[in-house]
């Protein structure tokens, strides 16, 4: 067989590699890859099924969007940008996405940025509804 087991006699024929306990690897890990020049520790042809992911580097840090002096930008900026570019400013077009792809910090702390913009802008109409509904009712 094909099979190589460390620590286990216990395998499946659909497996090629079985370890049963920690494993360590010094270097890179490829699957299904012949290249593993890539400079990641860990380069896989094809998907990832798992339970989890967890990010614990390059995390979200966009809180300074509620600081006072954050400059947002007046909608009719954002609407003129998006008219011209079919994005929203900061945000990668699709083209860009499929040709270089994403790191998944970057774009949790992008994403974090527009969804607080966004409550800015709903807070701001808000305010303008409260105040029309009130000059109504003088």
Partial sequence: SDFVGI???????????GVNGNSY??????IGMTNLNTGYKL???????????KVIANVPSSD?????DYNLRPLAEVEAYVAENKHLPEVPSAKEFK?????????????LRKIEELTLYIIEQQKQID????????
């Fill in 7 to 17: 620590g286990t006699s216990n395998y499946s024929s659909a497996f090629k590699f």
């Fill in 25 to 30: 690897f010094t270097d890179f890990v490829g």
């Fill in 43 to 53: 380069a896989v042809d094809g998907g990832i099924l798992c339970e989890e992911v």
């Fill in 64 to 68: 300074y969007v509620f600081e006072k």
């Fill in 99 to 111: 040709e270089k792809g994403y790191k998944v910090g970057d774009m949790d702390d992008l994403l």
């Fill in 131 to 138: 105040e029309l509904q009130q000059q109504l009712q003088k």
